[in-house]
């Protein structure tokens, strides 16, 4: 594990760590953000950030600014990149598969089923890495965590949080993709990376996880109503299911917002002070 940057911010500290992983078969950076609490010594909560298409770790610790406000709650933030990555692994030309676009699964077709294993790496390798660093630091932790997302990374976190129920106490997602298998970028990449049999499509699609889930852990999402991506997106289907089966969604569509970052940076605040009452309380 090698620490490749480090700025103070907030009275915290934003980093970027290198470590090899034995999931994907590659190196791999994720951002790592430690509010001032943590530096003191006091035990904080955990949250990840799955960001979407085209992203590294970088995106999400440059442009959402959520490190004001998680100085302030004292959440530790965790920002993986979004694909294996390198020379050896596989790619696509196409910014919507391949590196860019893990997705959050474990593939199990050929080229990609050997690297394309995002979804252990999030659930399990990084948070055992995570846990050695941090004791090695001398950060202490609650032992409660979240997760949240922007499009495919909302994906990520509304299916990886309902297929491992337990494993996390609070989510949210920024205009999530909740049906991937019935969307272009859904079906292009569940054909890619996991073949053609639907139930294997419906195993990583939030909204078909939804009926089924162990936990009713409460969900925000915010969808910008100009989001250039919104058929890709349909959050409406959530939102059915959800009042279908009872499952607490708090869905907020906000009037005037894209798919950016700049939306995402709009409503980060509130998305934190979500996790931190969840994870906290
Ligand atoms: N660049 C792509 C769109 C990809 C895109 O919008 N990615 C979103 C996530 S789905 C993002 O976060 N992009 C990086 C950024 O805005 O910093 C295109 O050519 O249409």
Not at 212 to 220: C, E, F, G, H, S
């Amino acid at each position: 594990m090698q620490r490749t940057e480090h700025h103070a911010s907030f009275g915290g500290r934003q980093e970027v760590w290198q470590h090899t992983s034995t999931t994907l078969g590659c190196d791999m950076k994720f951002g790592l953000y430690l509010p001032p609490a943590a530096l003191a010594g006091e035990a904080c909560p955990l949250l990840y950030w799955l960001s979407g298409l085209t992203c590294t770790e970088q995106n999400f610790i440059t442009k959402a600014g959520a490190q004001q406000v998680a100085a302030e709650l004292g959440l530790i933030l965790i920002a993986p990149d979004t694909s294996p990555r390198g020379d050896n692994v596989p790619n696509d030309p196409a910014y919507d598969l391949g590196q860019g676009a893990g997705f959050y699964l474990n593939a199990t077709q050929a080229p990609w089923a050997k690297n394309y294993r995002m979804e252990d790496y999030v659930v399990d390798e990084l948070p055992t890495a995570l846990a050695a660093l941090l004791a090695q630091q001398g950060v202490k932790t609650t032992g409660r965590q979240g997760i949240f997302g922007h499009s495919m990374g909302g994906h990520g976190a509304l299916t990886l949080a309902l297929r491992h129920p337990g494993r996390y106490q609070s989510l949210s997602a920024f205009a999530p993709i909740v049906a991937p298998r019935l969307v272009p970028w859904g079906q292009k990449v569940f054909t890619a990376y996991l073949g053609d049999d639907p139930a294997a499509w419906a195993a990583h699609d939030a909204v078909s996880l939804i009926a089924t889930a162990q936990d009713r852990l409460p969900i925000l999402v915010d969808q910008g109503t100009d989001d250039e991506f919104l058929k890709q997106l349909q959050p409406e289907l959530l939102q059915a299911e959800c009042d279908q089966v009872g499952h607490p969604l708090t869905l907020r569509m906000q009037p005037g917002y894209d798919h950016s970052y700049y939306f995402i940076a709009s409503f980060m605040g509130d998305h934190l002070r979500h996790h931190a009452t969840a994870l906290r309380g």
